[in-house]
């Protein structure tokens, strides 16, 4: 396309530090365009490159708080994100409204935070609803705890797509001491969301100190499959306020798939489709039943042709025999397709009739997501360049590996909102005539992570943890 790849390598101090948001759009500009000169300029577009082809955004994190009810030891949130308060509904509007503009319709939101169940309930149905008035897809980011079915029910209703729940021994709930005692709380979560509509996603940080168990919980995920959508595993990080640091080499893309797949007791394909970076994501799809995993991703020729004749597609995955008419339609019109399709399945069905006949026809669709965040000092380039998880911030969207490592330069802006004198203050949740940027005290209250262990007096952590 007559971009030039540029240089990658690691981001100076002074380069992360002058990273801005992207600029809004051009109404003249296809974001579709866009981000396939993204992936060009980054070298990583080819027959498999889903960004910039089916997609011009993978997803977009809409931050409505900053405050959590946990204290995980890799959290990427900052050290003073406990004392910001909660951004304004009508600025929350304002930025899903610009989410719109920059990627248009069916773009997925990351509704997050912070736990986004810690905002006021009616506000986060309104926030909900909203994002599917825009006709885009809301999802929830939540770790459960105030994750009610009556909640949800009621996100569901307003139009809520999945239900990501993060579990995982980061967090360091009391009584559990690992992975394989977090499934009954697993196991709880999936009640709560089964049968309201919603996709079901599960979130697992992987780390040093639970690689060994990951087999364990690939293997959850495929028991319960019926109910599961999304297995997301994301790799140890050193960013934001977590006191855990980055891992001692262990944790990888390659190590992670391998256990994955030693769960699973299947061979997984995790390099074929490519969703941005391949250093950043892998994606794999399967077909579970009667226990056994087949996997969907291992041919690459048809793959990539089923890529070109459906990009323009739109599946709505809670209306999945609407999105199977719609292929069997191109299908009937693509005869090409068809032909590479059909060797490739009759292959399939032989690998896994007797799993099916043993179910007695039910399988259940079942795709793994890894991805592997970047250390907040070793940000790369091309990989930034290549981002498809996008956080929008008041000037818009930035890359979130960058939006993590810089997070303060964020979130303790003071914010204009339209038609109001003055500026919102982050840190009051006031409007004041001219707020600056400070920096909020570190108290027993506030602090978190890292500063909670090495910066608040042992007298005040004391007082704060006898605290009922």
Not at 162 to 177: I, L, M, N, P, Y
């Amino acid at each position: 396309m007559g971009v030039v790849q540029k240089p990658g390598g690691c981001m100076g101090a002074m380069e992360v530090a002058a990273a801005r948001p992207y600029p809004p759009r051009a109404p003249q500009d296809d974001p579709m365009l866009l981000a396939r000169e993204r992936m060009v300029e980054n070298g990583q577009w080819h027959p498999l490159q889903s960004m910039g082809r089916r997609w011009a955004m993978g997803c977009v994190a809409l931050e409505i708080t900053q405050r959590c009810n946990l204290d995980c030891t890799l959290c990427y949130l900052s050290d003073h994100s406990e004392a910001v308060k909660d951004i304004p509904l009508e600025e929350v509007f304002r930025r899903i409204d610009a989410i719109r503009a920059e990627y248009g319709p069916d773009t997925e939101i990351q509704v997050t935070g912070g736990d986004p169940t810690l905002r006021d309930r009616a506000e986060l149905v309104r926030i909900i609803r909203h994002i599917r008035h825009r006709r885009m897809i809301p999802n929830l980011f939540t770790n459960g705890i105030k994750a009610t079915r009556d909640l949800l029910a009621e996100l569901a209703g307003a139009g809520l797509g999945d239900v990501a729940f993060h579990v995982d021994t980061t967090q360091e709930r009391k009584g559990f001491s690992d992975e394989a005692s977090l499934h009954p709380l697993r196991l709880e979560y999936i009640a709560r969301a089964r049968g309201l509509g919603i996709g079901i996603v599960f979130n697992t940080t992987v780390h040093d100190g639970n690689l060994a168990d990951i087999p364990d919980v690939a293997e959850f995920f495929v028991r319960n499959a019926a109910d599961v959508r999304l297995a997301s595993f994301q790799l140890q990080a050193d960013t934001g306020r977590g006191v855990a640091g980055g891992s001692d080499g262990g944790v990888s893309i390659t190590r992670v798939s391998q256990q994955i797949q030693r769960g699973a007791g299947a061979r997984i394909s995790f390099d074929t489709p490519l969703a941005g970076h391949a250093d950043c994501n892998r994606h794999a799809l399967t077909l579970v039943a009667g226990g056994a995993v087949l996997d969907l991703y291992d041919d690459k020729r048809v793959l990539a042709a089923l890529l070109a004749e459906t990009a323009d597609m739109k599946f709505e995955r809670m209306a999945p025999w609407q999105g199977a008419w719609r292929f069997a339609r191109r299908m009937a019109a693509r005869p090409a397709l068809a032909r590479a399709l059909l060797p490739w399945s009759l292959r399939k069905l032989r690998e896994f009739w007797r799993p099916l006949l043993a179910a007695r026809g039910r399988a259940h669709r079942l795709a793994f997501f890894i991805h592997d965040f970047m250390d907040a000092r070793s940000l790369d380039r091309c990989r930034v360049g290549a981002c498809i998880f996008m956080v929008q911030t008041a000037e818009g969207p930035v890359s979130m590996c960058v939006h993590n490592a810089k997070r303060d330069a964020f979130i303790l802006q003071p914010l204009r909102l339209e038609g109001q004198p003055g500026a919102w203050n982050p840190l009051t949740g006031q409007m004041e005539a001219a707020p600056g940027v400070t920096t909020p005290a570190l108290t027993a209250k506030n602090a978190k992570g890292r500063v909670r262990i090495t910066r608040v007096p042992s007298a005040a952590r004391n007082q704060k943890e006898s605290q009922p």
